[in-house]
């Protein structure tokens, strides 16, 4: 069937209208979900093995070879330490402007959605954006 360019623009603005706008909040809360799975899927700690013949050269202070050749992990080491402030410290607000990043490929985000406004950097990101991981919020 075919559509005219006239006919196309005025189903198009149609669309457009259907769509509501996600607020900033439930954003925000999609956002943290997101992140709580990721972290859910990813809470293994990372260990890696040091080679012997860097734990055994002079240049590197004992403290840090005891360190390195001990087999505990970061989270192993705050909850040895009493006092620690690690877990309470901030950082002020950055008066720069947030970055922007794809949220399929994590490239710098140029471009955002119109249904939910998640940043995409390419047509491929998009429609992989609008096939998968789209919030889709119509009216």
């Known amino acids: 069937m075919f559509v005219s360019i006239v006919e196309h623009q005025v189903q198009k603005k149609k669309k457009q209208k259907q769509r509501s706008i996600v607020d900033p909040a439930t954003r925000e809360r999609q956002l943290r979900r997101n992140l709580a799975e990721l972290d859910k899927d990813n809470y293994s700690d990372i260990r890696f093995e040091v080679p012997r013949e860097l734990l055994q050269r002079r240049f590197m202070p004992i403290s840090i070879r005891r360190i390195l050749s001990s087999r505990k992990t970061f989270a192993n ?63």
């Open 77 to 139: 080491y705050l909850d040895e330490t009493p006092n620690s402030k690690y877990s309470t410290c901030v950082a002020k607000p950055s008066p720069k402007p947030a970055r922007r990043f794809c949220n399929v490929c994590g490239y710098w985000g140029l471009y955002a959605c119109q249904n939910c406004g998640t940043c995409y950097c390419s047509k491929d990101c998009e429609t992989i954006h609008s096939e998968t991981r789209c919030m889709k919020v119509y009216t």
